[in-house]
């Protein structure tokens, strides 16, 4: 299928913070600033920054979490087999919506629910949207498990999240998220609070679940490597804006903007002889030209599919 | 000359259910101005031989045998006071998320001396002023910093404010125990590269402890990999990476990603550390182990052994006497 399961244009948040009680200056913080970018079908597309640019932001937005404040965000209707605006999606069509985003947070500690067991984490997305009756819904749970490595399921349902190591509760995490068959899942760094040898088990279940269930990730990393591992696509976002994106060997190949270069530049390599090219960019600089080019900036094509943000070309190459 | 010899180490935590040896025959040496890396999993003894270097370890943490000799003294036959010299004169450390452990109503700038003026009474207060203000000039940190309380400082700043603080009473050995964990990877490149300045310019020696072995690549001139309170692999960290001989140390490099090189499959190591709590003996990492054979025995002894110059790898009797 070539169509697009996401559209997202112009996507913003902004964020109004008051100086202080008496004061009547509102300020504003851009915390997305017009990003667009399209998620094909079955594809998954890295979103990789440092701390505070905008990429959970990005993430609640999209997973309707929180309300965007301008732009647009259209799903693909598997019903109608057309794109629609998530602005137009209103009560019990909204709740439906609902089933095919699911989220993945960061830190499988904080995210499950300590006085619930396993089978009831697990249970709680189906009884909520009430789908099936209970032994439908058990039925269900005892199959997830299995899909994602818990066997034999009937051990793992009565246990408590901290009887599980943290790789087993991230599991957990994503068999509560894909029993809903959501056709998009939004991960966030879900693998960084996990060992080495753990993430690796992680990331190939992801893989894996993704291929044989057709679900699309966005996935928020600021590990490039993890990015480049799990991705097709990657977009880099600075300061609320995104500044490139690309297919992923191409990106880290033959990247352009000076930030995207900074940010491979500052990845340590598995490899003692290697020698790290050093790049070093002036970041208040950056930030000035970022945020003098308010606005929706034009992104360019410098090759297929490969888009720059165009101010930061003029400024800074 | 060897500024740090730590032989034969064994610690142990003593808890509800059970003595739980967690530094088990730890062994290796680190010369003056050279850079020891520790690898290995969460749980894996890492952070309690960074303890035990400094006897920093929790009230129930014992060394119950073995010699930390730095400097030409035994740091664990120091009583209370001798070892308050060797703390932060000697060796200091950088804990793991340190950056949070700044007290959040008083200065940086106090607070750093007040670790001066616990260690240097006599020195004036101009003299401690000048000394924070070439320290933050080694870290990268304007000077004005020291006016300034914790919360005005970013997660970068405040780290790097950490490392002029584990300079400050100008120790021979620094500990640096996950420095970067909690930042993202710019700052954590800008402080691996801080570390690395200061190494250089003061000449000192550095341990270096991390779960991330990129990170120990590129640090580090000598490595050990540690596995369930063992140190199963150590030598120089070239050799390590290109002949690793150990079978979890294989498996560390074979799931570690790179953004660099061809894209290649990892591998994932399953299972999970075992429970230290009861004592074993044999090969700790066979249940886990990709290279299991039939020859592979619980019960036989395990020893480091040298396989090339100074590469040493954990091997049981079985394999010796092949």
């Known amino acids: 299928m070539n169509n697009n399961l996401i559209e997202v244009s112009n996507l913003e948040k902004y964020f109004e913070i008051s100086g202080g009680i008496f004061s009547r200056n509102k300020q504003v913080v851009k915390a997305v600033d017009g990003i667009s970018f399209n998620i094909p079908y079955g594809s998954s597309l890295g979103l990789v920054g440092q701390s505070g640019c905008g990429k959970t932001t990005t993430a609640r937005a999209l997973s309707l979490l929180d309300p965007k404040t301008g732009g647009d965000v259209s799903f693909y209707n598997d019903e109608t087999k057309s794109m629609q605006s998530i602005d137009e999606l209103e009560g019990d069509e909204l709740k439906k919506f609902r089933r095919n985003i699911q989220m993945i947070f960061q830190d499988p500690y904080e995210s499950l629910n300590p006085r619930w067991n396993i089978k009831d984490i697990i249970l709680e997305p189906l009884n909520i949207h009430n789908i099936g009756n209970l032994s439908d819904r058990e039925e269900a749970v005892f199959e997830i498990l299995k899909t994602v490595g818990l066997t034999p399921p009937e051990n793992y349902m009565p246990r408590f999240p901290h009887e599980l190591s943290g790789g087993q509760r991230q599991r957990v995490s994503i068999a509560r998220t894909l029993i809903m068959k959501p056709k998009f899942v939004v991960c966030d760094e879900p693998t960084s609070m996990l060992d080495v040898s753990i993430r690796i088990s992680i990331m190939d279940l992801m893989l894996n679940l993704a291929k044989d269930l057709e679900v699309s990730y966005l996935y928020i990393t600021h590990d490039l490597a993890v990015a480049r591992y799990m991705c097709d696509r990657i977009a880099v976002m600075f300061n609320g804006k995104i500044v490139e994106i690309a297919e992923t060997e191409e990106l880290l190949s033959n990247p352009i903007h000076p930030y995207t270069k900074r940010l491979i530049s500052s990845i340590p390599i598995p490899d003692p002889s290697y020698n790290r090219t050093k790049y070093e960019i002036d970041f208040t600089e950056l930030d000035q030209i970022i945020s003098t080019n308010s606005g929706n900036a034009d992104m360019v094509e410098v090759k297929d599919n490969h888009y720059v943000a165009t101010h930061d070309v003029k400024g800074l190459l | ?322």
């Not at chain 2, 607070?111 to 070439?134: C, G, L, S, V």
């Not at chain 2, 404010?161 to 930042?183: F, G, M, N, Q, Y």
């Open chain 2, 1 to 322: 000359m060897n500024i740090l010899e730590v032989k034969n180490l064994n610690m142990s935590y003593e808890t509800l259910e059970g003595s739980v040896a967690a530094v088990k025959d730890v062994t290796f040496s680190l010369k003056e101005g050279e850079s020891f890396g520790i690898v290995g999993e969460s749980g894996c003894g890492k952070t309690s031989v960074a303890m035990s270097l400094l006897q920093l370890q929790a009230d129930n943490g014992k060394i119950t045998s073995g010699e930390i000799i730095f400097d030409g003294k035994d740091i664990v036959k120091l009583n209370e006071k001798e070892l308050r010299d060797v703390r932060w004169s000697g060796i200091s450390i950088v804990f793991q998320g340190a950056m949070n452990s700044w007290n959040p109503v008083v200065k940086i700038g106090e607070q750093i001396r007040e670790a001066i003026r616990e260690h240097y009474p006599d020195k004036t207060k101009e003299e401690n002023t000048d000394k924070i203000n070439e320290l933050f000039n080694i870290v990268g940190l304007d000077s004005s910093i020291a006016d300034r309380y914790p919360h005005e400082l970013s997660g970068g700043m405040k780290q790097r404010a950490v490392i002029a603080l584990a300079l400050s009473c100008d120790p021979k050995l620094i500990i640096a125990d996950e420095p970067t964990t909690a930042l993202d990877v710019v700052i954590q490149d800008q402080i691996l590269n801080e570390i690395r300045k200061v190494q250089d310019i003061l000449g000192l020696s550095l341990i270096y402890i991390s779960h991330d072995i990129a990170v120990i690549a590129e640090m580090t001139d000598n490595m050990a990999v540690m596995y369930a309170g063992r140190i199963v692999e150590k030598g120089p960290t070239k050799e390590v990476f290109e002949n690793p001989r150990h079978s979890y140390t294989q498996s560390l490099l074979a799931s570690t990603p790179s953004v660099v090189g061809d894209k290649i499959k990892l591998k994932s190591l399953d299972g999970e550390p075992p429970s230290l709590i009861n004592e074993q003996i044999g090969c700790s990492f066979a249940p886990r182990c990709p290279n299991k054979n039939t020859s592979c025995n619980p019960n036989h002894n395990m020893e480091l052994v040298e396989v090339a110059s100074d590469h040493y790898v954990d091997i049981c009797n079985a394999e010796r006497s092949k």
